[in-house]
């Protein structure tokens, strides 16, 4: 069974970083990408960033774009999010996820419905 376990979350002022780790067991995750995405209260859930497995690429949503940065540790089985000049809008639940079908298709996908497997999310506030 899939599991995606994320931490690293926590309360951080605006100007701080934080940085959040995924770590996946269960199966081969080789052919995935792996995505964040957050939700804050009242909003949808948003793409944030992505990486493929096999090769490192990335991709960003911009409002994230050169503060944030995606990577992986093929070893640990473990993808992590660096946040740096956070925000008090990155506020929210920040959720890691799995696009089964990403070496398939070949290239990353930012949409939610792409994603299948889940984490339970971790918490990101980020004060004024």
């Known amino acids: 069974q899939v599991q995606l376990v994320e931490s690293g979350g926590g309360l951080v002022q605006a100007g701080g970083s934080l940085r959040l780790s995924c770590a996946a067991s269960?199966?081969?995750?080789?052919?995935?990408?792996m995505g964040w995405f957050r939700q804050a209260p009242g909003k949808e859930r948003e793409f944030v960033a992505a990486?493929?497995?096999?090769?490192?690429?990335?991709v960003y949503a911009d409002s994230v774009k050169g503060r944030f940065t995606i990577s992986r540790d093929y070893a640990k089985n473990t993808v992590y999010l660096q946040m740096n000049s956070l925000k008090p809008e990155d506020t929210a639940v920040y959720y890691c996820?799995?696009?089964?079908?990403?070496?398939?298709?070949?290239?990353?996908?930012?949409?939610?419905?792409?994603?299948?497997?889940w984490g339970q999310g971790t918490q990101v506030t980020v004060s004024s």
């Open positions: 990486i493929m497995w096999r090769d490192g690429s990335t």
């Open positions: 269960g199966r081969t995750f080789s052919s995935d990408a």
């Open positions: 996820a799995t696009d089964r079908r990403a070496s398939w298709r070949g290239r990353l996908q930012t949409l939610r419905s792409d994603y299948e497997d």
